[in-house]
Protein backbone atom coordinates (compact mmCIF):
# COMPACT_ATOMS: atom_id res chain seq x y z
CA UNK A 1 0.00 0.00 0.00
CA UNK A 2 1.40 3.37 -0.61
CA UNK A 3 -0.83 7.10 -0.89
CA UNK A 4 1.11 9.30 -3.12
CA UNK A 5 1.27 13.09 -3.71
CA UNK A 6 3.49 14.06 -6.39
CA UNK A 7 3.99 18.23 -7.67
CA UNK A 8 0.56 18.96 -6.19
CA UNK A 9 -0.69 22.49 -6.68
CA UNK A 10 -3.76 23.53 -4.53
CA UNK A 11 -5.39 26.95 -5.48
CA UNK A 12 -8.56 28.07 -3.43
CA UNK A 13 -10.15 30.83 -4.54
CA UNK A 14 -7.66 32.41 -6.48
CA UNK A 15 -5.31 31.76 -3.78
CA UNK A 16 -1.89 29.66 -3.91
CA UNK A 17 -2.17 27.37 -1.03
CA UNK A 18 -0.43 24.07 -1.92
CA UNK A 19 2.91 25.03 -4.51
CA UNK A 20 5.02 21.56 -5.60
CA UNK A 21 4.45 19.45 -2.70
CA UNK A 22 5.64 16.05 -2.38
CA UNK A 23 4.59 13.60 -0.04
CA UNK A 24 3.81 9.89 0.52
CA UNK A 25 2.83 7.71 3.35
CA UNK A 26 3.61 3.85 4.02
CA UNK A 27 2.22 1.22 6.28
CA UNK A 28 3.52 1.16 9.76
CA UNK A 29 4.58 4.98 10.05
CA UNK A 30 2.31 7.77 12.24
CA UNK A 31 3.15 11.04 9.96
CA UNK A 32 2.87 14.16 11.33
CA UNK A 33 1.68 17.36 9.69
CA UNK A 34 3.09 20.36 11.15
CA UNK A 35 2.92 24.36 10.15
CA UNK A 36 2.17 27.46 11.45
CA UNK A 37 -1.59 28.87 10.83
CA UNK A 38 -2.63 28.82 7.12
CA UNK A 39 0.56 26.84 6.03
CA UNK A 40 -1.79 24.38 3.88
CA UNK A 41 -2.07 21.60 6.37
CA UNK A 42 -5.33 20.94 6.18
CA UNK A 43 -5.75 21.03 2.72
CA UNK A 44 -2.84 18.45 2.02
CA UNK A 45 -5.18 16.49 4.26
CA UNK A 46 -7.92 16.91 2.23
CA UNK A 47 -5.69 16.34 -0.79
CA UNK A 48 -4.85 13.10 0.38
CA UNK A 49 -8.35 11.89 1.41
CA UNK A 50 -9.74 12.48 -2.28
CA UNK A 51 -11.54 15.84 -1.51
CA UNK A 52 -9.84 18.01 -3.21
CA UNK A 53 -8.47 17.84 -6.79
CA UNK A 54 -5.08 19.60 -6.99
CA UNK A 55 -4.93 21.62 -9.99
CA UNK A 56 -1.66 19.96 -10.77
CA UNK A 57 0.49 17.38 -9.67
CA UNK A 58 -0.99 13.64 -8.76
CA UNK A 59 -2.49 11.72 -6.18
CA UNK A 60 -2.41 8.17 -6.21
CA UNK A 61 -3.03 5.24 -3.77
CA UNK A 62 -1.18 1.95 -5.21
CA UNK A 63 -0.45 3.69 -8.49
CA UNK A 64 -3.95 4.84 -9.02
CA UNK A 65 -5.25 8.32 -9.25
CA UNK A 66 -7.39 8.78 -6.11
CA UNK A 67 -9.57 10.49 -8.20
CA UNK A 68 -10.59 7.39 -10.31
CA UNK A 69 -11.81 5.16 -7.21
CA UNK A 70 -15.43 5.34 -6.73
CA UNK A 71 -16.74 6.67 -3.01
CA UNK A 72 -17.33 3.25 -1.62
CA UNK A 73 -13.78 1.59 -2.77
CA UNK A 74 -12.12 4.64 -1.02
CA UNK A 75 -13.75 4.59 2.23
CA UNK A 76 -13.13 0.97 2.79
CA UNK A 77 -9.47 1.67 2.52
CA UNK A 78 -9.05 5.37 4.27
CA UNK A 79 -11.31 6.73 6.85
CA UNK A 80 -11.36 10.76 7.73
CA UNK A 81 -11.31 12.71 11.06
CA UNK A 82 -12.55 16.07 10.40
CA UNK A 83 -11.38 19.03 12.39
CA UNK A 84 -15.16 19.86 12.61
CA UNK A 85 -17.95 17.73 14.36
CA UNK A 86 -21.49 18.26 13.61
CA UNK A 87 -24.73 16.12 13.26
CA UNK A 88 -27.43 17.15 12.30
CA UNK A 89 -30.15 15.44 14.24
CA UNK A 90 -29.53 13.82 17.70
CA UNK A 91 -27.76 10.23 17.31
CA UNK A 92 -26.83 8.45 20.38
CA UNK A 93 -22.99 7.99 20.46
CA UNK A 94 -23.57 3.99 19.91
CA UNK A 95 -25.18 4.62 16.39
CA UNK A 96 -21.92 7.76 15.32
CA UNK A 97 -19.70 4.85 15.45
CA UNK A 98 -22.02 1.98 13.73
CA UNK A 99 -21.85 4.63 10.91
CA UNK A 100 -18.35 4.34 10.73
CA UNK A 101 -19.07 0.28 9.72
CA UNK A 102 -20.71 1.26 6.49
CA UNK A 103 -18.65 0.92 3.54
CA UNK A 104 -18.28 -2.82 4.89
CA UNK A 105 -22.45 -3.18 4.65
CA UNK A 106 -22.89 -6.48 2.47
CA UNK A 107 -19.61 -7.90 2.92
CA UNK A 108 -18.01 -10.63 4.90
CA UNK A 109 -16.40 -8.10 7.53
CA UNK A 110 -20.28 -6.97 8.15
CA UNK A 111 -20.39 -9.81 11.01
CA UNK A 112 -17.85 -8.36 12.98
CA UNK A 113 -19.81 -4.68 13.18
CA UNK A 114 -20.65 -5.61 16.67
CA UNK A 115 -16.84 -6.46 17.72
CA UNK A 116 -14.97 -4.02 15.88
CA UNK A 117 -17.35 -1.07 17.07
CA UNK A 118 -16.95 -2.10 20.95
CA UNK A 119 -13.43 -2.24 20.41
CA UNK A 120 -13.29 0.74 18.80
CA UNK A 121 -15.42 2.87 21.46
CA UNK A 122 -13.54 0.77 24.59
CA UNK A 123 -9.96 1.90 22.79
CA UNK A 124 -11.35 5.66 22.28
CA UNK A 125 -12.74 5.78 26.38
CA UNK A 126 -16.25 6.29 25.00
CA UNK A 127 -17.95 3.05 26.17
CA UNK A 128 -19.90 4.68 28.62
CA UNK A 129 -20.88 7.33 26.66
CA UNK A 130 -22.80 4.42 24.39
CA UNK A 131 -26.33 5.92 25.15
CA UNK A 132 -25.70 9.46 25.67
CA UNK A 133 -26.90 11.69 22.65
CA UNK A 134 -23.78 13.11 20.22
CA UNK A 135 -25.02 16.92 19.90
CA UNK A 136 -25.36 17.02 23.87
CA UNK A 137 -21.93 15.61 24.57
CA UNK A 138 -18.52 18.12 25.68
CA UNK A 139 -15.98 18.96 22.84
CA UNK A 140 -13.61 16.57 23.73
CA UNK A 141 -15.80 13.66 23.86
CA UNK A 142 -17.38 14.52 20.34
CA UNK A 143 -14.26 14.08 19.06
CA UNK A 144 -12.80 10.52 20.92
CA UNK A 145 -16.89 9.32 19.39
CA UNK A 146 -15.81 10.78 15.87
CA UNK A 147 -12.16 9.06 16.47
CA UNK A 148 -14.57 5.65 17.45
CA UNK A 149 -16.09 6.18 14.36
CA UNK A 150 -13.27 6.33 12.16
CA UNK A 151 -11.53 3.36 13.81
CA UNK A 152 -14.36 1.18 13.45
CA UNK A 153 -13.93 1.87 9.89
CA UNK A 154 -10.95 -0.44 9.55
CA UNK A 155 -8.99 0.96 6.96
CA UNK A 156 -5.82 0.31 6.03
CA UNK A 157 -4.79 4.32 5.69
CA UNK A 158 -6.18 6.72 8.64
CA UNK A 159 -6.36 10.73 8.52
CA UNK A 160 -6.61 12.87 11.52
CA UNK A 161 -7.44 16.43 10.97
CA UNK A 162 -6.05 18.32 14.46
CA UNK A 163 -7.05 15.12 16.39
CA UNK A 164 -6.11 16.59 19.74
CA UNK A 165 -7.45 19.91 19.20
CA UNK A 166 -10.41 20.09 22.05
CA UNK A 167 -9.27 17.46 23.81
CA UNK A 168 -7.25 17.93 27.16
CA UNK A 169 -3.36 16.11 28.26
CA UNK A 170 -5.12 12.94 29.35
CA UNK A 171 -7.06 12.49 26.24
CA UNK A 172 -5.00 13.90 23.54
CA UNK A 173 -2.14 11.48 24.70
CA UNK A 174 -4.49 8.55 24.97
CA UNK A 175 -5.16 9.73 21.29
CA UNK A 176 -2.15 9.83 19.61
CA UNK A 177 -0.75 6.69 21.59
CA UNK A 178 -3.84 5.09 19.63
CA UNK A 179 -2.89 6.81 16.54
CA UNK A 180 0.54 5.06 17.07
CA UNK A 181 -1.05 1.70 18.18
CA UNK A 182 -2.37 1.64 14.68
CA UNK A 183 0.53 2.68 13.16
CA UNK A 184 2.47 -0.26 14.84
CA UNK A 185 -0.69 -2.36 13.74
CA UNK A 186 0.34 -1.43 10.23
CA UNK A 187 -1.90 1.31 9.43
CA UNK A 188 -0.47 4.42 7.44
CA UNK A 189 -1.61 7.35 9.83
CA UNK A 190 -1.44 10.89 9.23
CA UNK A 191 -2.18 13.38 11.58
CA UNK A 192 -2.10 17.19 11.26
CA UNK A 193 -1.30 18.91 15.00
CA UNK A 194 -0.29 21.70 15.82
CA UNK A 195 1.75 21.08 19.26
CA UNK A 196 5.00 20.37 18.25
CA UNK A 197 6.49 18.34 21.50
CA UNK A 198 3.08 16.17 21.22
CA UNK A 199 4.31 15.61 17.25
CA UNK A 200 7.68 15.42 18.46
CA UNK A 201 6.99 12.66 20.65
CA UNK A 202 5.05 10.23 19.08
CA UNK A 203 5.11 10.78 15.29
CA UNK A 204 7.66 8.60 13.34
CA UNK A 205 7.94 11.29 10.74
CA UNK A 206 7.13 15.34 10.72
CA UNK A 207 6.57 16.91 7.75
CA UNK A 208 6.73 20.98 8.20
CA UNK A 209 4.66 22.75 5.88
CA UNK A 210 5.33 26.33 5.30
CA UNK A 211 3.59 28.82 2.79
CA UNK A 212 2.09 25.79 1.01
CA UNK A 213 5.69 24.16 0.54
CA UNK A 214 6.97 21.18 2.24
CA UNK A 215 9.84 22.88 4.46
CA UNK A 216 11.37 19.37 6.17
CA UNK A 217 10.49 15.60 6.23
CA UNK A 218 11.90 13.38 8.37
CA UNK A 219 12.35 12.51 11.56
CA UNK A 220 11.87 14.29 14.88
CA UNK A 221 15.42 14.24 15.71
CA UNK A 222 16.35 15.80 12.32
CA UNK A 223 13.02 18.29 11.55
CA UNK A 224 12.48 19.73 15.02
CA UNK A 225 15.87 22.03 15.33
CA UNK A 226 15.43 25.82 16.53
CA UNK A 227 16.95 27.28 13.76
CA UNK A 228 14.30 25.59 11.64
CA UNK A 229 11.41 26.39 13.50
CA UNK A 230 12.14 29.46 14.41
CA UNK A 231 12.27 30.66 10.84
CA UNK A 232 9.32 28.59 9.91
CA UNK A 233 7.11 29.89 12.78
CA UNK A 234 9.20 33.30 12.95
CA UNK A 235 9.19 33.01 16.64
CA UNK A 236 12.19 31.63 18.32
CA UNK A 237 11.99 28.46 20.19
CA UNK A 238 14.17 26.29 21.80
CA UNK A 239 14.07 22.50 21.56
CA UNK A 240 14.82 20.64 25.10
CA UNK A 241 15.15 17.08 25.51
CA UNK A 242 13.19 15.69 28.44
CA UNK A 243 13.11 12.00 29.47
CA UNK A 244 14.36 11.15 25.68
CA UNK A 245 11.42 13.36 24.45
CA UNK A 246 11.68 16.55 22.66
CA UNK A 247 10.14 19.40 23.83
CA UNK A 248 9.67 22.74 22.12
CA UNK A 249 9.08 25.68 23.97
CA UNK A 250 8.75 29.20 22.45
CA UNK A 251 10.60 32.25 23.46
CA UNK A 252 8.19 34.42 25.51
CA UNK A 253 8.07 38.67 24.16
CA UNK A 254 9.93 39.87 26.48
CA UNK A 255 8.72 43.42 25.21
CA UNK A 256 7.65 45.49 28.04
CA UNK A 257 4.26 44.59 28.80
CA UNK A 258 2.35 47.85 29.76
CA UNK A 259 1.48 47.69 33.46
CA UNK A 260 -1.87 47.11 33.72
CA UNK A 261 -4.10 47.74 36.48
CA UNK A 262 -5.31 44.29 38.29
CA UNK A 263 -8.68 43.05 37.50
CA UNK A 264 -9.35 42.52 41.07
CA UNK A 265 -8.21 44.96 43.52
CA UNK A 266 -5.58 43.42 45.62
CA UNK A 267 -6.68 43.49 49.13
CA UNK B 1 -1.29 -6.15 3.26
CA UNK B 2 -3.52 -7.45 6.10
CA UNK B 3 -6.10 -5.80 8.06
CA UNK B 4 -5.65 -5.45 11.37
CA UNK B 5 -8.59 -5.66 13.62
CA UNK B 6 -8.60 -3.50 16.92
CA UNK B 7 -8.71 -5.43 19.57
CA UNK B 8 -9.53 -4.23 23.09
CA UNK B 9 -6.95 -2.58 24.96
CA UNK B 10 -8.36 -3.88 28.29
CA UNK B 11 -6.47 -6.93 30.69
CA UNK B 12 -7.16 -10.17 29.85
CA UNK B 13 -10.13 -11.42 32.47
CA UNK B 14 -11.65 -7.44 32.26
CA UNK B 15 -15.18 -8.15 30.57
CA UNK B 16 -15.88 -7.40 26.98
CA UNK B 17 -16.98 -3.96 26.13
CA UNK B 18 -20.96 -4.35 26.19
CA UNK B 19 -22.90 -2.07 23.58
CA UNK B 20 -26.85 -1.32 24.40
CA UNK B 21 -29.22 -2.79 22.68
CA UNK B 22 -31.36 -1.02 19.80
CA UNK B 23 -34.67 0.19 20.68
CA UNK B 24 -36.73 -2.25 18.90
CA UNK B 25 -39.20 -2.44 21.99
CA UNK B 26 -39.99 0.91 21.53
CA UNK B 27 -40.42 1.45 17.81
CA UNK B 28 -42.55 -1.96 18.30
CA UNK B 29 -44.66 -0.55 20.90
CA UNK B 30 -45.02 2.65 18.87
CA UNK B 31 -46.27 1.40 15.26
CA UNK B 32 -48.76 -1.09 17.44
CA UNK B 33 -50.77 1.97 19.05
CA UNK B 34 -50.68 3.57 15.59
CA UNK B 35 -51.53 0.64 13.56
CA UNK B 36 -54.39 0.34 15.99
CA UNK B 37 -55.38 3.91 16.55
CA UNK B 38 -55.27 4.00 12.78
CA UNK B 39 -57.92 0.83 12.60
CA UNK B 40 -60.10 2.77 15.34
CA UNK B 41 -60.04 5.93 13.55
CA UNK B 42 -60.97 4.45 10.20
CA UNK B 43 -64.28 2.88 11.71
CA UNK B 44 -65.26 5.94 13.85
CA UNK B 45 -64.51 8.77 11.03
CA UNK B 46 -66.54 6.20 8.34
CA UNK B 47 -69.40 6.21 10.84
CA UNK B 48 -69.42 9.75 11.74
CA UNK B 49 -71.46 12.79 9.48
CA UNK B 50 -74.96 13.80 8.41
CA UNK B 51 -76.32 10.24 8.68
CA UNK B 52 -74.49 8.49 11.77
CA UNK B 53 -73.58 4.90 11.14
CA UNK B 54 -72.55 2.66 14.71
CA UNK B 55 -69.61 1.51 14.61
CA UNK B 56 -70.25 -2.23 14.66
CA UNK B 57 -72.78 -1.47 11.26
CA UNK B 58 -69.37 -0.22 9.38
CA UNK B 59 -67.49 -2.83 10.85
CA UNK B 60 -69.69 -5.75 9.27
CA UNK B 61 -70.23 -3.30 6.14
CA UNK B 62 -66.13 -3.92 5.81
CA UNK B 63 -66.27 -7.62 6.71
CA UNK B 64 -69.13 -8.33 3.99
CA UNK B 65 -67.02 -6.61 1.37
CA UNK B 66 -64.20 -9.30 2.19
CA UNK B 67 -66.78 -11.54 1.84
CA UNK B 68 -67.05 -12.44 5.34
CA UNK B 69 -70.89 -12.89 6.71
CA UNK B 70 -70.22 -11.06 9.99
CA UNK B 71 -71.50 -8.00 12.03
CA UNK B 72 -75.03 -6.14 11.10
CA UNK B 73 -75.45 -4.19 7.85
CA UNK B 74 -76.17 -0.83 8.02
CA UNK B 75 -79.63 -0.19 9.45
CA UNK B 76 -79.77 2.93 7.30
CA UNK B 77 -81.13 2.39 3.41
CA UNK B 78 -78.49 4.78 2.12
CA UNK B 79 -75.96 3.18 4.89
CA UNK B 80 -73.55 1.16 2.81
CA UNK B 81 -73.75 3.48 -0.63
CA UNK B 82 -72.97 6.51 1.98
CA UNK B 83 -70.31 4.06 3.38
CA UNK B 84 -68.43 3.16 0.10
CA UNK B 85 -69.04 6.14 -1.96
CA UNK B 86 -68.59 8.95 0.47
CA UNK B 87 -66.95 8.10 3.38
CA UNK B 88 -64.53 5.29 2.69
CA UNK B 89 -62.70 6.81 -0.53
CA UNK B 90 -62.42 10.61 2.07
CA UNK B 91 -61.13 8.10 4.97
CA UNK B 92 -59.18 6.40 2.11
CA UNK B 93 -57.28 9.94 0.86
CA UNK B 94 -56.91 11.24 4.52
CA UNK B 95 -54.46 8.15 5.47
CA UNK B 96 -52.73 8.81 1.81
CA UNK B 97 -52.52 12.29 1.93
CA UNK B 98 -51.24 11.95 5.90
CA UNK B 99 -48.71 9.44 5.21
CA UNK B 100 -46.96 10.89 1.82
CA UNK B 101 -46.73 14.57 3.60
CA UNK B 102 -45.42 13.05 6.78
CA UNK B 103 -42.97 10.91 4.98
CA UNK B 104 -41.80 13.84 2.40
CA UNK B 105 -41.31 16.03 5.92
CA UNK B 106 -38.77 13.29 7.60
CA UNK B 107 -37.36 12.69 4.23
CA UNK B 108 -36.87 16.70 3.40
CA UNK B 109 -35.34 17.22 7.31
CA UNK B 110 -33.16 14.37 6.50
CA UNK B 111 -31.88 15.42 3.04
CA UNK B 112 -31.23 19.47 4.22
CA UNK B 113 -30.17 18.36 8.04
CA UNK B 114 -32.76 20.61 9.46
CA UNK B 115 -35.53 19.61 11.40
CA UNK B 116 -37.14 22.38 9.80
CA UNK B 117 -37.53 21.36 6.63
CA UNK B 118 -41.13 21.17 5.61
CA UNK B 119 -43.12 20.55 1.74
CA UNK B 120 -45.17 23.82 2.55
CA UNK B 121 -42.72 25.61 4.73
CA UNK B 122 -39.69 25.65 2.02
CA UNK B 123 -42.88 26.26 -0.54
CA UNK B 124 -42.74 23.02 -2.39
CA UNK B 125 -46.21 22.33 -1.77
CA UNK B 126 -47.10 25.81 -3.22
CA UNK B 127 -45.01 24.86 -6.33
CA UNK B 128 -46.89 21.78 -6.51
CA UNK B 129 -50.38 23.55 -6.03
CA UNK B 130 -49.19 26.23 -8.99
CA UNK B 131 -48.93 23.65 -11.19
CA UNK B 132 -51.73 21.71 -10.51
CA UNK B 133 -53.96 24.85 -10.72
CA UNK B 134 -52.93 25.32 -14.18
CA UNK B 135 -54.48 21.88 -15.00
CA UNK B 136 -57.80 23.27 -13.56
CA UNK B 137 -57.99 26.57 -15.41
CA UNK B 138 -57.06 25.71 -18.78
CA UNK B 139 -58.81 22.47 -18.08
CA UNK B 140 -55.93 19.79 -19.22
CA UNK B 141 -57.12 16.24 -19.72
CA UNK B 142 -54.82 14.80 -21.95
CA UNK B 143 -53.48 11.93 -19.01
CA UNK B 144 -57.26 11.64 -17.40
CA UNK B 145 -57.39 11.57 -13.43
CA UNK B 146 -53.50 11.41 -13.94
CA UNK B 147 -53.00 14.92 -15.34
CA UNK B 148 -53.48 16.94 -12.17
CA UNK B 149 -51.07 14.18 -10.55
CA UNK B 150 -48.37 14.76 -13.58
CA UNK B 151 -48.33 18.36 -12.95
CA UNK B 152 -47.99 18.29 -9.12
CA UNK B 153 -45.20 16.20 -9.26
CA UNK B 154 -43.76 18.66 -11.39
CA UNK B 155 -43.94 21.80 -9.96
CA UNK B 156 -42.79 19.76 -7.04
CA UNK B 157 -40.10 18.68 -8.61
CA UNK B 158 -38.69 21.92 -9.74
CA UNK B 159 -39.73 23.99 -5.99
CA UNK B 160 -37.56 21.08 -4.50
CA UNK B 161 -34.66 21.64 -6.71
CA UNK B 162 -34.61 24.81 -6.73
CA UNK B 163 -35.20 25.41 -2.26
CA UNK B 164 -32.46 23.41 -2.61
CA UNK B 165 -30.22 24.72 -5.27
CA UNK B 166 -30.77 28.35 -3.55
CA UNK B 167 -30.59 27.49 0.30
CA UNK B 168 -27.05 25.60 0.37
CA UNK B 169 -23.79 26.84 0.83
CA UNK B 170 -20.48 25.16 1.61
CA UNK B 171 -22.51 21.42 2.07
CA UNK B 172 -25.09 22.68 4.62
CA UNK B 173 -28.30 24.51 4.88
CA UNK B 174 -28.80 27.05 7.27
CA UNK B 175 -32.18 27.40 9.19
CA UNK B 176 -32.50 31.10 8.29
CA UNK B 177 -31.37 30.71 4.33
CA UNK B 178 -33.96 27.79 4.43
CA UNK B 179 -37.10 29.85 6.22
CA UNK B 180 -36.24 32.65 3.92
CA UNK B 181 -35.50 30.63 0.90
CA UNK B 182 -39.36 29.23 1.57
CA UNK B 183 -41.13 32.71 1.83
CA UNK B 184 -39.48 33.58 -1.64
CA UNK B 185 -40.77 30.44 -3.43
CA UNK B 186 -44.14 30.48 -1.64
CA UNK B 187 -44.59 34.52 -2.71
CA UNK B 188 -43.78 33.55 -6.37
CA UNK B 189 -45.76 30.87 -6.08
CA UNK B 190 -49.04 32.60 -4.86
CA UNK B 191 -48.34 35.01 -7.16
CA UNK B 192 -49.16 31.84 -9.86
CA UNK B 193 -52.03 30.92 -8.05
CA UNK B 194 -53.56 34.21 -7.97
CA UNK B 195 -53.00 34.72 -11.58
CA UNK B 196 -54.59 31.42 -12.04
CA UNK B 197 -57.38 33.04 -10.08
CA UNK B 198 -57.69 35.64 -11.88
CA UNK B 199 -57.53 34.52 -15.59
CA UNK B 200 -60.09 31.70 -14.26
CA UNK B 201 -63.65 31.07 -14.35
CA UNK B 202 -65.89 31.03 -11.77
CA UNK B 203 -66.19 27.45 -11.28
CA UNK B 204 -62.22 27.23 -11.77
CA UNK B 205 -61.84 29.96 -9.02
CA UNK B 206 -63.73 28.31 -6.26
CA UNK B 207 -61.81 25.14 -6.87
CA UNK B 208 -58.47 26.91 -6.53
CA UNK B 209 -59.77 28.50 -3.63
CA UNK B 210 -60.05 25.33 -2.06
CA UNK B 211 -57.04 24.02 -2.87
CA UNK B 212 -55.43 26.88 -1.32
CA UNK B 213 -56.75 26.03 1.89
CA UNK B 214 -56.58 22.39 1.74
CA UNK B 215 -59.44 19.84 1.88
CA UNK B 216 -60.46 16.65 0.83
CA UNK B 217 -64.39 17.21 0.34
CA UNK B 218 -65.65 15.54 -2.64
CA UNK B 219 -62.99 12.83 -2.59
CA UNK B 220 -63.71 10.05 -5.24
CA UNK B 221 -62.29 6.25 -5.76
CA UNK B 222 -60.70 7.75 -8.81
CA UNK B 223 -58.92 10.10 -7.08
CA UNK B 224 -57.68 7.61 -4.82
CA UNK B 225 -56.81 5.35 -7.57
CA UNK B 226 -54.19 8.08 -8.66
CA UNK B 227 -52.65 9.30 -5.72
CA UNK B 228 -52.27 5.94 -3.54
CA UNK B 229 -50.01 4.19 -6.04
CA UNK B 230 -47.93 7.31 -6.36
CA UNK B 231 -47.84 7.65 -2.34
CA UNK B 232 -46.41 3.67 -2.90
CA UNK B 233 -44.03 4.23 -4.65
CA UNK B 234 -42.68 7.29 -2.77
CA UNK B 235 -43.03 5.91 0.55
CA UNK B 236 -41.12 2.36 -0.95
CA UNK B 237 -38.30 4.48 -2.33
CA UNK B 238 -38.27 6.27 1.19
CA UNK B 239 -37.78 3.82 3.23
CA UNK B 240 -34.79 1.76 1.26
CA UNK B 241 -32.64 5.05 1.74
CA UNK B 242 -33.58 5.46 5.24
CA UNK B 243 -30.21 4.32 6.05
CA UNK B 244 -28.51 6.26 3.90
CA UNK B 245 -30.08 9.92 5.06
CA UNK B 246 -28.74 8.46 8.64
CA UNK B 247 -25.07 9.12 7.28
CA UNK B 248 -26.00 12.11 5.26
CA UNK B 249 -26.29 13.60 8.89
CA UNK B 250 -22.70 13.43 9.80
CA UNK B 251 -22.49 16.11 6.93
CA UNK B 252 -21.60 15.75 3.16
CA UNK B 253 -17.82 15.39 3.41
CA UNK B 254 -17.57 13.25 6.47
CA UNK B 255 -20.83 10.75 4.44
CA UNK B 256 -18.22 10.58 1.22
CA UNK B 257 -15.74 9.69 3.85
CA UNK B 258 -17.86 6.44 4.90
CA UNK B 259 -18.25 5.72 1.53
CA UNK B 260 -21.94 7.72 0.57
CA UNK B 261 -22.37 9.00 -2.80
CA UNK B 262 -23.57 12.07 -1.04
CA UNK B 263 -25.44 13.55 -4.68
CA UNK B 264 -26.76 10.45 -6.03
CA UNK B 265 -28.97 10.16 -2.40
CA UNK B 266 -29.47 14.23 -2.84
CA UNK B 267 -31.30 13.59 -6.03
CA UNK B 268 -32.84 10.26 -5.50
CA UNK B 269 -34.15 11.99 -1.79
CA UNK B 270 -35.47 15.20 -3.71
CA UNK B 271 -37.12 12.66 -6.48
CA UNK B 272 -38.97 11.32 -3.44
CA UNK B 273 -40.03 14.25 -2.01
CA UNK B 274 -41.47 15.48 -5.30
CA UNK B 275 -43.47 12.34 -5.39
CA UNK B 276 -44.79 12.43 -1.83
CA UNK B 277 -45.87 15.66 -2.06
CA UNK B 278 -47.46 15.51 -5.61
CA UNK B 279 -49.47 12.51 -3.99
CA UNK B 280 -50.51 14.72 -1.04
CA UNK B 281 -51.20 18.15 -3.09
CA UNK B 282 -53.00 16.69 -6.26
CA UNK B 283 -56.57 16.33 -5.01
CA UNK B 284 -55.95 17.92 -1.10
CA UNK B 285 -54.41 21.02 -2.01
CA UNK B 286 -52.19 22.58 0.44
CA UNK B 287 -52.07 21.11 4.04
CA UNK B 288 -49.36 22.48 5.64
CA UNK B 289 -46.95 21.95 8.93
CA UNK B 290 -48.31 17.22 8.80
CA UNK B 291 -44.34 17.03 7.48
CA UNK B 292 -43.04 19.36 10.40
CA UNK B 293 -44.96 18.24 13.33
CA UNK B 294 -44.79 14.67 12.95
CA UNK B 295 -41.42 13.53 11.92
CA UNK B 296 -40.44 15.53 15.08
CA UNK B 297 -42.85 14.12 17.27
CA UNK B 298 -41.98 10.23 16.25
CA UNK B 299 -38.16 11.46 16.86
CA UNK B 300 -38.94 12.42 20.11
CA UNK B 301 -40.03 8.92 20.72
CA UNK B 302 -38.21 6.79 18.67
CA UNK B 303 -35.05 8.74 18.21
CA UNK B 304 -33.60 9.89 14.91
CA UNK B 305 -32.77 6.74 12.57
CA UNK B 306 -34.40 6.69 9.32
CA UNK B 307 -35.40 3.09 9.29
CA UNK B 308 -38.04 4.04 12.34
CA UNK B 309 -38.58 7.37 11.82
CA UNK B 310 -39.85 7.30 7.80
CA UNK B 311 -42.23 4.44 8.44
CA UNK B 312 -43.12 5.40 12.16
CA UNK B 313 -43.70 9.19 10.08
CA UNK B 314 -46.11 7.64 7.47
CA UNK B 315 -48.04 6.11 9.89
CA UNK B 316 -48.34 8.27 12.50
CA UNK B 317 -49.52 11.16 9.41
CA UNK B 318 -52.14 8.85 8.25
CA UNK B 319 -53.80 8.59 11.38
CA UNK B 320 -52.92 12.80 12.26
CA UNK B 321 -54.48 13.45 9.28
CA UNK B 322 -57.84 11.41 9.44
CA UNK B 323 -58.31 12.80 12.81
CA UNK B 324 -57.95 16.44 11.83
CA UNK B 325 -60.29 15.63 8.82
CA UNK B 326 -62.77 14.18 11.29
CA UNK B 327 -62.57 17.35 13.44
CA UNK B 328 -62.88 19.10 9.89
CA UNK B 329 -65.67 18.18 8.66
CA UNK B 330 -67.89 17.76 12.32
CA UNK B 331 -66.69 20.49 14.41
CA UNK B 332 -69.27 22.83 13.40
CA UNK B 333 -72.78 21.33 11.93
CA UNK B 334 -73.20 21.20 8.11
CA UNK B 335 -69.92 22.91 7.51
CA UNK B 336 -67.26 20.78 6.07
CA UNK B 337 -64.08 22.99 7.67
CA UNK B 338 -60.97 23.62 5.41
CA UNK B 339 -58.55 20.38 6.76
CA UNK B 340 -55.49 23.31 5.79
CA UNK B 341 -56.96 25.72 8.20
CA UNK B 342 -57.09 22.69 10.81
CA UNK B 343 -53.58 21.71 10.22
CA UNK B 344 -52.12 24.95 9.93
CA UNK B 345 -53.90 26.06 13.50
CA UNK B 346 -52.30 23.49 15.48
CA UNK B 347 -49.06 23.29 13.21
CA UNK B 348 -48.09 27.11 13.15
CA UNK B 349 -47.66 27.50 17.27
CA UNK B 350 -45.79 24.34 16.72
CA UNK B 351 -43.22 25.74 14.06
CA UNK B 352 -42.97 28.98 16.28
CA UNK B 353 -41.90 26.98 19.45
CA UNK B 354 -39.30 24.72 17.16
CA UNK B 355 -37.87 27.59 15.69
CA UNK B 356 -37.49 28.94 19.47
CA UNK B 357 -36.19 26.14 20.52
CA UNK B 358 -33.69 25.51 17.84
CA UNK B 359 -32.61 28.68 18.23
CA UNK B 360 -31.69 27.90 21.48
CA UNK B 361 -29.54 25.13 21.06
CA UNK B 362 -26.01 25.19 19.81
CA UNK B 363 -25.94 25.65 16.21
CA UNK B 364 -29.77 25.78 15.46
CA UNK B 365 -29.46 29.23 13.37
CA UNK B 366 -26.28 27.74 11.58
Redesign the interface.
Known amino acids: ?1 SLRVQGVDVTIAGHQVLTDVDVSIA ?1 GELLALVGPNGAGKTTLLNVL ?1 G ?1 LEPRAGSVELDGRPVAGIR ?6 R ?3 L ?1 Q ?1 Q ?7 V ?3 VR ?2 R ?2 W ?1 GTAAED ?1 D ?10 TDV ?1 HL ?2 RIY ?1 TLSGGEKSRTSLA ?1 V ?6 IVLLDEPTAALDIRHSEQVLTEARR ?1 AR ?3 AVVAVLHDLSIAAAHADRICVLADGRVRADGPPSEVMRPDLLAEVYGHPVDVITHRDRLVVIPHTIDDALPEEAPCVPTP | ?10 PAGAT ?5 RTRVARSSALFGVLLVAGAVLTVVAAGRGQLEIPADEVLGSILHRLGLDLGPMPTHPQGDAALWQVRFPRVAMALVVGASLAAAGALMQ ?1 VF ?3 LAEPAVVGVSAGAAFAAGIVIVYQLTFAGEWTIAIFAFAGGLVTTLLVYVMSRADGRTEVVTLVLTGIAINAVCSAGLAFLLFIGDTQAREEIVFWQLGSLNGTRWQYVWVAAPIAAVGLVGAVLLA ?1 KL ?6 D ?2 A ?6 VERVRIGAIVLVALLTAAGVAFAGIVAFVGLVVPHVV ?1 MIV ?3 HRVLVPASALAGAVLLLGADLVARTAVDTADLPIGMITSLVGGPFFFWLLRRTRR ?3 GWS
Open positions: MPADVRDLARRAVPERLAFGFRIDVMGSPTRDEVVAAAMDRIAEPRISQATELAGH | MTLTTPRPSAEPRLPGGNPRDILSLGRARHVGLDRGPGTAG
